[in-house]
């Protein structure tokens, strides 16, 4: 089997609600044979990705807004047109810091987060309650939150 041909327009794919964020595959583990996935992610100011590892690689381009990333232990400024690069295992979140809805497009190789991000989905209610599912979910997924 080889990887199919996806297109997307800008009125399609499914927005999914993830901790405050919405998140939107372009391509998935599906269509890639496991080997990478692309996604949309919105990232309202003050929102993002608590520090988190999983074992595979991730990067990021900032399409619009501004991003404070972390990798382990350095906080990065990013604005529109930045990129970075997250190798497997290492520590790293994000949050918004611009009043406008920042939008980043994410890679990671190989995919592994699709099915992660629609349990989140489909399950979390409201936060802090929820707390303890959204790490039983990372745990399933090899999502691991770190303090």
């Known amino acids: 089997m080889s990887t199919r041909s996806v297109i997307m327009h800008d ?7 993830v901790l405050g ?7 998935t583990s599906e269509d890639t044979q496991g080997r990478y996935s692309s996604l949309l992610n919105t990232v309202p100011k003050g929102l993002g990705a608590p520090p988190h590892k999983h074992p595979w690689d991730e990067a990021f381009y900032v399409l619009k807004g501004e ?7 350095e906080r990065h ?9 997250v ?3 290492t520590v790293h979140a994000f949050k918004g810091l ?12 190989p995919s592994h987060s699709h099915l992660f991000f629609k ?5 979390i209610q409201a936060m802090p309650d929820d707390l303890d599912k959204v790490l039983a979910i990372g745990e ?7 303090n």
């Open 21 to 27: 964020m919405r998140v939107k595959f372009l391509c």
């Open 11 to 17: 009125n399609q794919g499914e927005w999914l609600n």
């Open 67 to 73: 991003v404070e990333l972390q990798i382990g232990d």
């Open 98 to 109: 611009s009043d406008e809805e920042g939008l980043l497009i994410a890679f990671e190789s």
């Open 77 to 85: 400024h990013l604005a529109a047109g930045g990129y970075v690069l």
């Open 119 to 123: 349990e989140i989905n489909d399950t």
């Open 140 to 146: 399933r997924h090899q999502v691991t939150m770190v």
């Open 87 to 89: 190798p497997a295992n």
